[in-house]
Each structure stands twice: as C-alpha cells, then as structure tokens.
C-alpha cells in the first residue's frame, strides 16, 4: 500500500508537491502575517498541524491552501502559476 505523504509520490508528482508548498512558504514570508504561526492562528489552525502542511511533511489538502490564499488575498490562479513555474524549474535541475 502506498504512502498518502509527499514520501510516497512519483518523482513528478513529488516536485509539484514541493513546489506548491514552497509557493504557501513565500507567499506567508512575503505577506503582512510574515510567518507561518501567525498564519496558523489568524486560520485557527494548530501550529504544529499547519507547519507540518506547509513544509511538506504532512499532505495539506486543497481546501486548506484555498483558505490560506483567501486570507492573503492571493488569486488561486495567479498562485497556482507561480507553484507551477517553480516545479518547472525544479525539474530542469533534476
């Protein structure tokens, strides 16, 4: 039986996976919250929870990075781009 963790993933569904939580973690960075906990409260979301979401280590589900871009007032398309972008060059490197 497969892994539902990023651990478990092909390599192309990995580096997307990577990307799109590498997008959430610059988005946070760059926005007024500047920091995951922050984000995490203003979500009412457990900190530990959310970082695991964030950093990859557990599976965030689509919902919750809809509610993360509603609360930093992202366009999902534009979000969504910019992830895929980034999962672009991370497979050039590979």
Known sequence: ???RTLSGMGDQAQN???ALTEQLQAEISASSYR???KVAEA??????TFYRWVTGKRDI??????RVLEL??????AFFTD??????RGSATD
């Open 43 to 48: 979500l009412g979301v457990d900190y530990t």
């Open 1 to 3: 039986m497969q892994s």
């Open 72 to 77: 930093l007032e992202i366009e999902p398309s």
């Open 35 to 37: 920091s995951i906990r």
């Open 83 to 88: 992830a895929q972008r980034r999962a672009e």
């Open 16 to 18: 997307n996976a990577n």
């Open 61 to 66: 589900s689509m919902s919750t990075v809809f």
